[in-house]
């Protein structure tokens, strides 16, 4: 299938307020966030066209943008009523929301003084569901080379931008080498998450996550997380070294994009796709989406 460049797309995007054609939602190149990073953003799904966790994520989007400075120019309700807006206007089923929040072209110096806050809300199509077949494939992460930073040398609970170029360096090395993605550990050389989802181990029945000191506390681990305490699971977070990693019986990552997704090989280590990851895989797609039909608990 051919993949439509996101700049040549047809539809709507929600652009400070207003509801404009996708090909005119545009910024000039002289624009802050472009040239020093001042951007925050968010994503979420919508199952069977409803936004999952917009709540939260909105109280997110907020909180990266107060970590950055940025006072953003609506209240949380009228960025939910615009995510919902466009959705409807886009006609949205399963699909993925991205607003996004940006310093302009008012001035062009690291400070940031007088630029406008600006705040677009884009959406499109993603069907979620990989075949059951493809989903117990998992996936495969090369230990990337780039650390992720101390939280005293640049707000790491912000889903900011600049956080994610180390994260674009790893994955372009990593599916350079034939991996799907990179396994990032933390300053100190402990485990961290991978370049857009955080990770679980499964160690003799419990399930192990690192603690997320430095990166984002992902909505979609804290739902893991619930999930497997009610079925009974214990859930640890703690230090996990990378030694650790090859005693693991089940791997996997969380977000709201991969949303559970099993992990077969971390560099030269290989491991199978268990009942635990299929057990709150599928628990995880029938709490986002009413219409999702439980395979093989
Ligand atoms: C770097 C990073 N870590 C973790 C996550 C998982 O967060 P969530 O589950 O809230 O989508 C994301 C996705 O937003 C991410 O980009």
Same mark, same amino acid.
């Given at each position: ?19 404009? /054609?996708? =090909? ?9 966030? &472009?040239?020093?990073? *001042? ?8 199952? #069977? #066209? ?19 400075? %940025?006072?953003? @120019?609506?209240?949380?309700?009228? &960025? ?25 072209? /008012?001035?062009?110096? %690291?400070?940031? =003084?007088?630029? !406008? ?9 993603? @069907?979620?569901?990989? #075949? ?6 998992? &996936? ?32 372009? !090395? ?19 998450? +991978?370049?857009? +989802?955080?990770? $679980?181990?499964? $160690?003799?029945? /419990? ?7 430095? $990166? ?8 893991? %997380? *619930? ?13 996990? $070294? ?19 997704? @099993? ?8 491991? !199978?796709?268990?009942?635990?990851? #299929?057990?709150? +895989? /599928? ?15």
């Amino acid at each position: 299938m051919e993949i439509i460049p996101f700049d040549k797309r047809i539809g709507f995007i929600w652009y400070n307020g207003e509801i404009v /054609e996708w =090909q005119d939602a545009t910024t000039h190149v002289l624009n802050h966030g &472009l040239h020093y990073g *001042s951007c925050v953003f968010e994503g979420l799904r919508v199952y #069977s #066209s409803n936004i999952y966790k917009l709540e939260q994520h909105t109280d997110r989007l907020f909180h990266s943008a107060n970590r950055m400075g %940025i006072e953003v @120019p609506y209240t949380k309700n009228e &960025l939910n009523d615009a995510q919902e807006q466009i959705i409807k206007k886009m006609n949205i089923t399963y699909g993925y929301i991205r607003p996004v929040i940006w310093r302009g072209s /008012e001035m062009m110096a %690291i400070s940031a =003084q007088k630029n !406008k806050i600006n705040v677009a809300i884009a959406t499109w199509e993603w @069907p979620s569901y990989f #075949s059951p077949e493809d989903r117990l494939k998992g &996936l495969t992460l090369q230990t990337a080379e780039w650390r992720r930073p101390p939280a005293n040398t640049i707000p790491t609970d912000a889903k900011a931008a600049g956080l994610y170029m180390i994260c674009t360096l790893s994955k372009h !090395k990593a599916e350079k080498d034939g991996f799907t993605d990179a396994l990032m550990l933390d300053y100190e050389g402990k485990v961290a998450e +991978s370049t857009g +989802s955080n990770i $679980f181990f499964v $160690f003799n029945g /419990e399930l192990h996550t690192p603690i997320p000191h430095c $990166f984002l506390d992902g909505i979609t681990r804290q739902t893991a %997380i *619930s999930i497997a305490e009610k079925q009974g699971i214990k859930v640890v977070q703690r230090d996990i $070294f990378p030694e650790e990693i090859k005693d693991a019986q089940e791997i996997f990552l969380t977000g709201s994009a991969v949303e559970i997704n @099993p992990v077969r090989k971390i560099d030269d280590l290989e491991f !199978k796709v268990g009942k635990v990851t #299929s057990m709150i +895989s /599928e628990l995880y797609l029938s709490e986002v989406d009413k219409n999702y039909k439980i395979n093989n608990l």
